[in-house]
Nanobody, 119 residues
């Protein structure tokens, strides 16, 4: 069983930065991908970023490219989302998610952490 716990959300002014963390526990994550998603009030959940656990390769939504950076620390079983140049439209609950293969669907989800960007 995979457990994902996010932390690091909060309130920040536009243009500021936050770093989210997602601590993962469970079996070895070789072959997994860990992703970040977000859901704003009244909107559907949307993809933000993915980290391929074995290689560290990352993928991003167009809306965050150049501003957000995802990474993983194998020793700590943790993935991070460094968010810079934050905009009010980045306000959402951010979720960490895990899939047991790079092509598979995300089956494991964290509880979410709130990010609020004030203008």
């Amino acid at each position: 069983q995979v457990e994902l716990v996010e932390s690091g959300g909060g309130l920040v002014q536009a243009g500021g930065s936050l770093r989210l963390s997602c601590a993962a526990s469970g079996p070895t994550f070789s072959g997994y991908k860990l992703g970040w998603f977000r859901q704003a009030p009244g909107k559907e959940r949307e993809f933000v970023s993915t980290v391929i656990w074995s290689t560290g390769r990352t993928y991003y939504a167009d809306s965050v490219k150049g501003r957000f950076t995802a990474s993983r620390d194998k020793a700590k079983n943790t993935v991070y989302l460094q968010m810079n140049s934050l905009k009010p439209e980045d306000t959402a609950v951010y979720y960490c998610a895990g899939a047991t293969s790079t092509q598979g669907a995300y089956a494991y989800w964290g509880q979410g952490t709130q990010v609020t960007v004030s203008s």
